[in-house]
């Protein structure tokens, strides 16, 4: 292999050139006949060289060189719903990242995702191969129905279907539910990628203040009747930024407001395994009727592995079924049977406790780091990833991101979460991101700019 | 687990009960505490029992029972571009389906996806657990790269986005590039969920008659005029249903007239992989400023794994890449680790050429059977899966389909390729799907009825 590509890098051999013959290869190399058929059909699974019924084999035509893709921050662009999301996902290994929404990768259960890869790897072919049916995995379906009782959430398998991921949840929802113009509710703050979201569905997006036991219920009843909303949107347990828990008066007072305006909630609950003692459902109270209810793994199994779901009436299932054939065929099949695999391993339960005690030992240290800086809990929460916090003395939490971000930490400021735009004192920090010291280091010095 | 089973089962324990403890248990059962732990730790993740910190294990409220779920025919759905999907999707292991649009699972490359998820097993934590980047795995991108440039097709890894599957990514495209009420040409006949997708878009979607070369080019230029379309979606190589290849005076004039009318063509390739002979792709003439590739390997590598790809300018990877993070976060990571895993296997392009060859057979084996029953091809395809027929005497194709799904045997029926209605007595057949004697007994009967 390394002889040809020298022959193609030092233009011995040119694009469109036929290679020698297996045979007459192997005898000038020494080797037998098949290393050399080994070494061929590697350097046509690279691209390096084509195969040529009948004819040979042949250097390729040209292509793009194996360049390092364009990735690391983009500091000219605009702080946007898009803004955490890219820099985040863009960010180089060496960048630190207290503003992304997930735990490091060494934190995850990557010990029950091999033992699964390799359990897989002895499935049967149709697991391996075949599309999946169009709700999805059944075993992972029963398993979630059986879950979700547990939160007091009636919901049947046959009323479960599997998504590609959370995210693709709320995306289908909204392309089912609203049309363009429709008023969506969402909290302020809220997880960014909300608004982005809904913006592509071309809503009109209205904020609800949101306080340390939800949204503000008087603010809400009021906007309810001015806007007429279709659909709110909104984190029950552990909220995201705040992480703040729904309080079970305000979870009663929502509803009530809901059914009064026949508006629809999606409950995106995708930091469930994170909590402690688990804040009221909104979808327990109200039933599958008023509340659909979406989650994903993402957070605390694998977020490389892109499976979430979505648990809605049985009429809604049919047409997002539907829907969902229409717009991606089938579901993420052998992701679920990973997701099951994992999920029903003995070891999954006592990693999620082992877990949080770290994020509530860690999110104690960040705390005190932080507040040694003088930024300061908005909220405290009773467990999770994140602390949204208030900077000292008005600082702008844009100008800081941008700041840190020229020093290779990605922060999260306050106002790409907020549709009012007045979280510009505020920051989201990941307290499981927040281990290396290089990041209060660089908060400092960009305090002081 | 069976004894704690049978105790709920016969109703000595109740939801909400106490289990017995662990050390107290385990002295009954004459096993060791840990035996225990472990047995108490799976009926957990089965969602029997749970825990609760500090206080021992609780009997799960009760759920649905675990059922088969709906699955088989429904006879009574009308014959709709959904048909086919919903029939195939949702058939019993025990039917046969040469109607449906994919290869068997035993004649995929099991060897090489089993070798891959061992590999993956022993990858970084990193690659199992951590999102992808916005445009996807950068190793696939550069490998698909050099494989489009075998095909004369100049685009950039920085080019390519990857996507959850080749009908997501025409999705993408759709919200990407029109709006409800645009006008987006479609092959008569063509892939029936392409009708299902652009009903989703609420597009106006007009048919152009579509030849063994390809769309009718006269037709093509008439309709051009008249509808002011947008978008036009076709198969170049292979063409579902028909097996036809464009030829390359079609490609230059379909070209010209896309030109004229500022229209965009959506290449779908995803049959690329099965052809002997590549036919001339529209976006090798026409450069990814008018038209946009994109591609699966759902029909030659795996339809469980779901990755897909599109080939666009870089001004719209760039939006389709917002677009992206804001339906769906992030993208298939472990599931294009997974494909790059097996396409860089050396033993991928000989697979594929014993694949082409056993195709090239079986379609020989199926034409003369079915050309027994009266039944004879349309369009003589050069190589893939389908064969385009038209029935004996006027028999009409969904009625044979009701017929024969009664029987256990999943057709597809001319019409639910044709926007137009008018291949009432046409039938796709997969030929790779027909290898069982009693499809042919099965069609016998029906059409005497």
């Not at 392309?175 to 429709?182: M, N, Q, T």
């Not at 510009?424 to 499981?432: D, E, H, S």
Request: charged share 20%; with cysteine.
């Amino acid at each position: 292999m390394n002889v040809i590509r020298d022959r193609i890098g030092t233009r011995n051999l040119l694009a469109g050139d036929r290679l020698p013959s297996i045979r007459g290869f192997a005898r000038q190399m020494k080797v037998s006949n098949s290393t050399v058929v080994e070494a061929y059909d590697r350097l046509v699974a690279e691209g390096v060289i084509q195969a040529r019924r009948g004819s040979g084999f042949y250097v390729a035509p040209h292509t793009a060189p194996l360049s390092i893709a364009r990735i690391g921050p983009k500091l000219d662009r605009a702080i946007d719903p898009f803004w955490v999301s890219r820099q985040s996902l863009d960010a180089r290994p060496d960048m630190l990242k207290p503003g992304c929404g997930w735990l490091p990768a060494d934190w995850m259960p990557e010990t029950a995702i091999r033992r699964a890869l390799r359990k897989l790897s002895r499935a049967d072919d149709a697991t391996l191969v075949d599309y999946g049916t169009p709700l999805g995995l059944a075993s992972l379906r029963h398993f979630l129905s059986r879950r979700m009782a547990g939160y007091g959430i009636d919901a049947h398998p046959d009323h479960l279907l599997l998504t590609e991921s959370g995210t693709q949840a709320i995306d289908m929802l909204c392309r089912f539910l609203i049309a363009p113009g429709d008023t969506v509710l969402v909290d302020d703050p809220c997880y960014f990628n909300f608004q982005a979201l809904l913006r592509a569905h071309r809503a009109n997006i209205v904020g609800v203040p949101f306080t340390e036991n939800g949204p503000d219920v008087g603010a809400f009843a009021r906007i309810a009747v001015t806007t007429k909303p279709r659909l709110y949107i909104t984190n029950s347990g552990l909220h995201n930024p705040t992480g703040a828990s729904l309080s079970p008066m305000v979870a009663h007072q929502v509803l009530n407001i809901a059914e009064q305006h026949d508006l629809i909630i999606i409950e995106d609950d995708i930091f469930a395994d994170f909590e402690n003692t688990p804040a009221p459902r909104l979808v327990a109270l109200g039933g599958l009727e008023r509340v659909i209810h979406i989650g994903s793994f993402s957070k605390t199994l694998s977020a490389s592995v892109r499976c979430g779901y979505i648990a809605a009436s049985a009429d809604w299932i049919d047409g997002l079924t539907d829907l969902k054939i229409a717009t991606g065929f089938s579901g993420p099949n052998l992701s679920a049977e990973l997701i099951f695999a994992v999920l029903k391993d003995g070891t999954y339960r006592k990693y999620m406790e082992t877990l949080r005690d770290r994020l509530a030992r860690t999110m104690t240290i960040t705390e005190t780091r932080l507040r040694n800086l003088g930024i300061t809990p908005a909220i405290n929460p009773d467990a999770g990833l994140f602390l949204w916090c208030r900077l000292p003395d008005h600082m702008d939490a844009a100008t800081l991101a941008r700041n840190a971000l020229s020093d290779g930490v990605v922060l999260a400021p306050g106002n790409v979460f907020s549709i009012s735009q007045t979280a510009g004192n505020l920051m989201r920090f990941n307290v499981a991101q927040c281990q290396d010291e290089r990041i209060f280091r660089v908060i400092e010095r960009a305090l002081e700019k």
